[in-house]
């Protein structure tokens, strides 16, 4: 059952300005896969984390299907099964790549299907993760900047220049 939460008259973001936003995170962790090198890409970890390429699975196995879901209301599950675990890397980093700008694209088809007091209802994300759905779209954004950040981590111990984090173009 959605819940839905009081309104306000106060507008904090717009959808477009939320949706910049979002896609100003998305090419910037795309930078961060372009300069990732290939073989690290798939086995570098520090301290028992995830490769580059585990953390970037989960961005891709959230933000297509939470978009879906935070759209229609369909959150059937996420990773190549959908029972929400998350999906193997394709076997290049090209693959990945390719991924990624579809996913984008999904995303900027789907983000004109929000009707806008859909922000304000309460869902189960996943099945999961009750929040209201801005909260959920919040979550998405952060998590990619979470792992993002990870990655930051691991191109500095190759010794590879990350880009700078707040440029967003």
């Known amino acids: 059952m959605n819940t839905v939460l009081p309104k306000t008259t106060t507008v904090?973001?717009?959808?477009?300005?939320?949706?910049?936003?979002?896609?100003?995170?998305?090419?910037?962790?795309?930078?961060m896969l372009e300069i990732f090198p290939e073989n690290e890409f798939y086995t570098f970890s520090i301290g028992g984390m995830r490769t580059y390429a585990q953390l970037t699975m989960e961005m891709t196995d959230l933000a297509l299907?939470?978009?879906?879901?935070?759209?229609?209301?369909?959150?059937?599950?996420?990773?190549?099964?959908?029972?929400?675990?998350h999906s193997t890397a394709p076997k290049t980093k090209k693959e990945v790549l390719e991924k990624w700008d579809f996913i984008t694209d999904q995303i900027n088809a789907y983000w004109p299907q929000i009707a806008p007091e859909r922000y304000q209802e309460v869902e189960k994300a996943f099945g999961q993760f009750e929040a209201p759905i801005y909260g959920t779209l919040?979550?998405?954004?952060?998590?990619?900047?979470?792992?993002?950040?990870?990655?930051?981590?691991?191109?500095?111990?190759?010794?590879?220049?990350?880009p700078a984090f707040w440029d967003r173009s």
């Open 65 to 85: 299907p939470g978009i879906k879901g935070i759209a229609t209301g369909d959150w059937s599950g996420y990773g190549d099964s959908g029972d929400n675990t």
């Open 138 to 162: 919040l979550y998405l954004i952060d998590n990619e900047i979470h792992h993002r950040a990870q990655g930051y981590v691991y191109l500095r111990a190759l010794g590879t220049e990350p």
């Open 12 to 31: 904090v973001i717009t959808p477009e300005a939320l949706l910049e936003h979002w896609q100003g995170h998305r090419r910037l962790t795309k930078r």
